[in-house]
């Protein structure tokens, strides 16, 4: 079923979905975002492998989407905040599933891993 979105046409409601929270860093920052409302430079504390340049990125696709409100106050120095808006913070349970079941794979992962290397040395490590 084709789904139109700001003027883009996607194959599924997945393709949609993965466009607007896919990538290396979207998700981290709407996780971050989830805990509390965060400066610029706070996001770039938490994520410090990410360019500025980067989060800039990133943080207007979302605001453009409607996943991040970005809050300017009038203020000298300039000072702008970001938080989830509605729809971001209806990613947060699905956010955690993913982190669940990072966690759960690691261990099935690492308990496989154990078991093949104890079966492969005859049980003598």
């Known amino acids: 079923m084709m789904i139109?979105?700001?003027?883009?046409?996607?194959?599924?409601?997945m393709e949609l979905t993965l466009s607007l929270i896919g990538g290396k860093w979207k998700a981290l920052i709407l996780w971050y975002l989830g805990e509390n409302t965060l400066r610029f430079s706070e996001l770039r504390k938490v994520l410090p492998q990410i360019t500025q340049k980067m989060l800039t990125q990133q943080l207007r696709e979302l605001e453009e989407n409607g996943l991040v409100h970005r809050?300017?106050?009038?203020?000298?120095?300039p000072k702008v905040e970001y938080s989830l808006t509605k729809a971001g913070k209806s990613l947060l349970p699905i956010l955690g599933t993913l982190?669940?079941?990072?966690?759960?794979?690691?261990?099935?992962?690492?308990?496989?891993h154990e078991k093949t290397t104890a079966e492969l040395s005859g049980g003598k490590e």
Request: net charge negative; charged share 25%.
């Open 99 to 112: 982190c669940q079941w990072g966690l759960n794979y690691v261990r099935e992962t690492e308990s496989a």
């Open 4 to 13: 139109k979105f700001k003027d883009t046409e996607y194959q599924c409601s």
């Open 71 to 77: 809050f300017v106050y009038t203020q000298v120095p």
